[in-house]
T-cell receptor, first 115, second 111 residues
């Protein structure tokens, strides 16, 4: 069965520092993987997605993620954090097997950015 | 741009009331989803629908039902609201196996 684990429920970085949010997945079929961001009192917004094309995926707002099959990971990175990046981030994996677009979400990682 | 709208941003109801949460999408998406979001638990799927009048249970369907009479509209129903259903409810839609587009959410408080 598919599952997603996000390591660290809270991550704090200084403005200008590297952002690294970790996501590991388990999937019995080739996965589709997604990163979403949620700002306070808003719905989720797609940052980027991996759908079996290039393993390094670039998203919005300077974020990128690399699909590593051998490590079953899809970590999210940004070279230099900005105050506006403070939000909650969710990793998700497709359930697969004709599940009509169902996703399984991780529990989320709250990113804080210190001035 | 895809737009997913939810009928209310904030809702306060009393225990035992019947509650309707409405979701409308404007991109002719086949799939629609209802999630609840609680701190530390992430998003949990309640129900989803892949076609008009079709519905499938998600991970936590107990205490909820849904209705999809038109392709663009997906309703979540709490037959008899209870305090443990106080939560943020998020609706989403998608086209086949692709990214989901989310509404702004409804924060429901059951007193």
């Amino acid at each position: 069965a598919q599952s997603v684990t996000q390591l660290g429920s809270h991550v704090s970085v200084s403005e200008g520092a590297l952002v690294l949010l970790r996501c590991n997945y388990s999937s019995s079929v080739p996965p589709y993987l997604f990163w979403y961001v949620q700002y306070p009192n808003q719905g989720l917004q797609l940052l980027l997605k991996y759908t079996s094309a290039a393993t390094l995926v670039k998203g919005i707002n300077g974020f990128e993620a690399e699909f590593k099959k051998s490590e079953t990971s899809f970590h999210l990175t940004k070279p230099s954090a900005h105050m506006s990046d403070a939000a909650e981030y969710f990793c998700a994996v497709s359930r697969g097997g004709g599940s009509q677009g169902n996703l399984i979400f991780g529990k989320g990682t709250k990113l804080s950015v210190k001035p | 741009d895809v737009k997913v709208t939810q009928s209310s941003r904030y809702l306060v109801k009393r225990t035992g009331e019947k509650v309707f949460l409405e979701c409308v999408q404007d991109m002719d998406h086949e799939n629609m989803f209802w999630y609840r979001q609680d701190p530390g638990l992430g998003l949990r799927l309640i129900y989803f629908s892949y076609d008009v009048k079709m519905k499938e249970k998600g991970d936590i369907p107990e205490g909820y039902s849904v209705s999809r009479e038109k392709k663009e509209r997906f309703s979540l129903i709490l037959e008899s609201a209870s305090t443990n259903q106080t939560s943020m409810y998020l609706c989403a839609s998608s086209f086949r196996v692709d990214e989901q587009f989310f509404g702004p959410g409804t924060r429901l408080t059951v007193l």
